[in-house]
Each structure stands twice: as C-alpha cells, then as structure tokens.
C-alpha cells in the first residue's frame, strides 16, 4: 500500500472517531460533495503538520 494510501486511511480513521462517527460515513461525505481526491493528494501537507489542522481544513470542506 502507498505511504499516501496508507496516511488517508489513517487520517480518515482518526477523523472519524474525533467526529463521533465512522470512516465510511465521511468517505460518503467527502465523495458526494467530489472531495476526496482532494483530501487524498493534501498528504505531503497533511502528514507534516498536526492532525488536528487537517480535522480543521476537512470540517471547513465539509460545511
């Protein structure tokens, strides 16, 4: 699996058990709104910084 792959997954996980919920359900989210390869390739910012700035940029997509 890709390091990429791997972090989204990761990141994914960590978000949805911040939001209460589980990671289908924000991958639902993210697809019905065409976002996820967005989120996806913001790995090389994303792996770098802390997790909770991502949560931050993710819950401002998914307003």
């Given at each position: 699996m890709?390091?990429?792959?791997?972090?989204?997954?990761?990141?994914?996980e960590q978000y949805a058990a911040y939001?209460?919920?589980?990671?289908n359900k924000i991958l639902a989210r993210?697809?019905?709104k065409n976002l996820t390869d967005f989120v996806y390739n913001m790995y090389e910012r994303y792996h770098t910084e802390a997790l909770?700035?991502?949560f931050d940029d993710?819950?401002?997509l998914l307003i």
């Open positions: 890709a390091k990429e792959m791997e972090f989204f997954s990761f990141l994914m939001k209460g919920t589980t990671a993210l697809e019905e909770e700035n991502a993710i819950d401002k």
